[in-house]
């Protein structure tokens, strides 16, 4: 038996809709979704900083009975 919970990523070239369509198709049920942002590191004069580059949306999806 495969996992009661699981994490689905969107992936790159992917839309949220067609994510939703593939965790359906694997038998699950989204549940909750997480956004994640992504952040790159900028060096300023010798400054660092971490400026925002994207996020990374996820979905935790359960096993549908």
Avoid: H, W
């Avoid at 038996?1 to 994490?7: A, I, N, P, R, T």
């Avoid at 198709?25 to 060096?43: A, L, N």
């Amino acid at each position: 038996m495969g996992k009661k919970k699981q994490l689905f990523e969107v992936q790159e070239n992917e839309t949220i809709d067609a994510c939703l369509e593939r965790i359906k198709k694997q038998g699950y049920t989204p549940i909750r979704r997480i956004e994640k942002p992504i952040f790159q590191e900028v060096v300023t004069d010798g400054e660092t900083s971490y400026e925002p580059v994207g996020r990374q949306i996820l979905f935790e999806a359960k096993l549908a009975d």
